[in-house]
């Protein structure tokens, strides 16, 4: 059971960081220090969001950040219809928690990692959402389990779309797959974990991520379901599948997966600028798996 009281020994980690974090320069995080469990509760974590913006009050923009674009959207014609948003993007544990998942998002959603104020890079947009760690170390303390997310923001998100693409980073270790599994092949630790109750998203995922060079398992698949059930994104709860369909599709990247996607994923800034033909490679193939869900989705 997760304690309703974030613990002392956290409270106290947490001060220093956020000290240190004030202090000086934010410095990124090597990804190796950040394991993630998509839906299993860490008794030291915060029980919700709600709690870790009361207890971290004042320091949003140095402990952590917040960031979000919904697109203005209007219809106002009698005799024509137009277009909606109907896929959002999350990285519920970005910046120094999860590595790369930020400039993923933001990617997928059709946006430069290194300008997220800027327009947009690409035809097609997302509306997006990105809770970011910033401390200089220790940012898993900032995590909170997916199913236990309760920022408004997210979940009007979530609530207000059709599709959900939830992405996460996890190490390739805690996947626990036994050495007669079909991964590693040729010791090949990249690896995309599809999940959510969305089986038309994670098919088309895990097919576009495949032509794309990316291993991928379908994680509710009766190969992999047992054995990935932790992170397979099924909980009712998180975010992926609070849509209006009740579905979504999620992404546990491993951390040789989201490093790869960088000439130097060592720190924030340098992931904004080091983006490379993989990342490419990552986040078109990502955008035509939203692309194929979103054609089943006419507007009638």
Not at 272 to 279: I, L, Q, S, V, Y
Request: net charge negative; with cysteine; glycine share 8%.
């Amino acid at each position: 059971m997760t304690s309703d009281k974030p613990s002392a020994s956290r409270r106290t980690v947490l001060t220093a960081l956020a000290a240190a974090a004030t202090a000086g320069p934010l410095l990124g995080q090597l990804s190796s220090a950040t394991p993630a469990f998509a839906e299993t509760t860490d008794p030291t974590e915060y029980p919700s969001n709600t709690r870790m913006y009361q207890e971290l009050a004042g320091q949003e923009g140095t402990s952590f950040s917040r960031r979000y674009r919904r697109h203005e959207k209007f219809d106002l014609k009698m005799s024509e219809k137009y277009d909606f948003p109907r896929t959002a993007i999350l990285a519920l544990h970005g910046g120094g928690i999860e590595i790369g998942t930020t400039e993923l998002c933001l990617g997928i959603a059709g946006y430069s990692p290194a300008d997220s104020d800027g327009p947009p890079v690409l035809p097609t947009t997302h509306d997006y959402f990105m809770f970011e760690g910033l401390l200089s170390s220790g940012n898993r303390a900032l995590h909170v389990t997916s199913k236990n997310c309760d920022d408004h923001v997210a979940l009007s998100l979530a609530a207000s779309h059709l599709n959900v693409l939830s992405l996460h980073g996890c190490q390739y270790d805690q996947l626990a797959l036994p050495a007669t599994a079909d991964y590693p092949p040729g010791n090949d630790r990249r690896l995309a974990v599809v999940g959510g109750l969305n089986p038309v998203f994670r098919a088309a995922l895990v097919k576009e991520l495949r032509l794309a060079g990316f291993p991928a398992v379908d994680s509710l698949s009766p190969e992999y379901a047992s054995l990935l059930k932790n992170f397979n994104g099924d909980h009712v709860d998180n975010p992926c599948n609070r849509t209006m369909l009740r579905m979504g599709a999620q992404l546990e990247l491993t951390t040789e997966l989201r490093e790869s996607l960088f000439d130097n994923p060592t720190s924030r800034g340098n992931r904004a600028t080091t983006w490379n033909g993989e990342f490419v490679k990552f986040r078109d193939a990502c955008r035509r798996a939203v692309a194929t869900v979103e054609a089943g989705q006419p507007i009638l």
